[in-house]
């Protein structure tokens, strides 16, 4: 008795259990239902094939026109016709026709005869949005109500009702927020050479050498590569903020007869795209590319990474040492001097280690000292005519031949090194000038070269060697 009670409960149970699932679900269906039925307009997004948006912009009448691109068409899936030609921005679009095929009054005012009262008998903002096939959805846009909270709308052939004043910035988005505003776009792994041009000062060019950069004009220079690529990326996605002319007619206003920049980019298919920069208004440069018709603005900062100089562009590392990439190493502090040769790597492992030749299966490790060398930054250049920089490294305190492993095909590198007063210099094989180093970077050095000859003269009995101050 008591089992069949318990099924019995357990049985009722379960039925309110679904009678109330179903009856949520109804309540849901219903509502969904009423919302729909609710709404100003029925439509598929999709199906609308052209916008047209007519408001007064101080006083004068401004008509955007926009039409869906042909299907299988790339880029853009919309186009501004009116009252410019260009590509739009996906979203802005389809944030207005979601916005737009989701309408739905709040209060509907059925005695609503005096349309001026709403500001509907001349309304300054109309939507029509024109489907592929069938009657156009039209919506006149009058005044807000007295809170704010809402504004008043009336579809055609229909009742003056009040909308969320959420829903009207999606409505009516600007000519600005709707025109795509790419003004160069091009993949960065197809640019061959570059060339940048600032108001009174040399060409820089430069050139793409596989993987690395290198400048060609005025001198040719090791490039630095982070620098370049920052470059690069800043050109191969540039934006508009604003456009303040629509043509490049005239362009004294502008500063750009006479730029204060113009930098040019050839792709390796042989085009050629180019850019100028003008005056500066407001936080603002203006700005021309060879790819858009208008005369543009840019943000000052970003101004500011496409005028890059010969020193911005210029490699200040003072080394670029890969360990499996470098073979025997010369090491020289003073009179003391070690040569270290690449040891076989251990299978399984990443580490490379060296041993000197004369002491056989003493290892050395050197992951600190490329640390330091790649590490090292010039402070800035100087002439190797340079009195100064040349009495220092008469007798150099350092010299350090590092050789590549003959797979590799890299040059070999030589740096010599010495201290003067609260300074440093550094020659290297691989740059035509002198680097200034801080003293901290020149100490870092010094300190990885004493260490490896402190196990040198370890070894061999002998004090190591010092430094002159």
């Known amino acids: 008795m008591f ?194 041009q600032l108001a009174e000062a040399e060409v820089v060019r430069l050139q793409r050498q596989e993987e690395t950069w290198q400048i060609v004009e005025p001198r040719v220079l090791p490039a630095d590569d982070l620098n370049v690529d920052r470059l690069l990326s800043t050109l191969s996605r540039l934006q508009a903020v604003e456009f303040p002319a629509e043509t490049k007619a005239e362009l004294a206003s502008y500063g750009l007869e006479q730029p204060s920049a113009q930098l040019t980019v050839e792709l390796k298919d042989g085009k050629t795209l180019s850019v100028a920069l003008g005056s500066e208004k407001e936080g603002q440069v203006y700005v021309i590319t060879s790819e858009h018709p208008a005369v543009a603005t840019l943000l000052t900062s970003t101004a500011d990474i496409l005028r890059a100089d010969l020193e911005e562009l210029r490699d200040h590392r003072l080394a670029r040492l890969n360990p499996n990439q470098v073979g025997q190493v010369t090491l020289e502090l003073l009179e003391e001097r070690v040569t270290l040769n690449p040891l076989p790597q251990e299978k399984g492992s990443l580490e490379v280690r060296w041993e000197n030749p004369e002491r056989p299966g003493q290892v050395v490790n050197l992951s600190s000292l490329f640390a330091s060398l790649n590490a090292a930054r010039a402070k800035e250049f100087v002439p190797a005519t340079d009195p100064d920089a040349q009495k220092a490294l008469a007798a150099p305190d350092l010299t350090l031949d590092i050789a590549p492993k003959p797979e590799t095909e890299q040059e070999p590198l030589t740096l010599s090194l010495s201290s003067a007063g609260l300074r440093a210099y550094a020659r290297s094989s691989r740059q035509p000038d002198i680097a200034v180093l801080d003293l901290s970077t020149f100490n870092s050095i010094e300190t990885e070269v004493k260490r490896l000859l402190e196990e040198k003269g370890a070894e061999e009995g002998t004090p190591a060697p010092t430094a002159s101050p």
């Open 3 to 196: 089992k069949r009670s318990t099924w019995i409960l357990l049985g009722l149970a379960v039925a309110a259990l679904l009678g109330y699932f179903l009856l949520d679900s109804f309540q849901q269906l219903r509502q969904q239902q009423q919302a729909e039925r609710a709404r100003l307009f029925h439509f598929a997004p999709d199906t609308i094939a052209r916008i047209e948006i007519r408001q007064q912009k101080d006083s004068q009448p401004e008509v955007i026109l926009l039409e869906r691109t042909p299907e299988g068409e790339k880029g853009s899936r919309w186009r501004i016709r009116q009252p410019i030609q260009s590509a739009a921005l996906d979203f802005p679009v389809e944030q207005l026709l979601n916005t737009f095929s989701r309408l739905t009054p709040q209060l509907t005012l059925e005695e609503a005869n005096d349309l001026a009262a709403f500001g509907l008998d001349q309304p300054r903002q109309q939507i029509a949005l024109f489907p592929k096939e069938g009657e156009p959805y039209r919506l006149a846009i009058g005044n807000d109500n007295f809170d704010g909270s809402g504004f008043y709308a009336q579809p055609e052939g229909g009742k003056v009702v009040l909308l969320a004043s959420s829903q009207k910035g999606s409505l009516l988005p600007s000519l600005l927020a709707l025109r795509d505003k790419t003004l160069l776009s091009f993949d960065r792994a197809a640019v061959n050479s570059l060339q940048v």
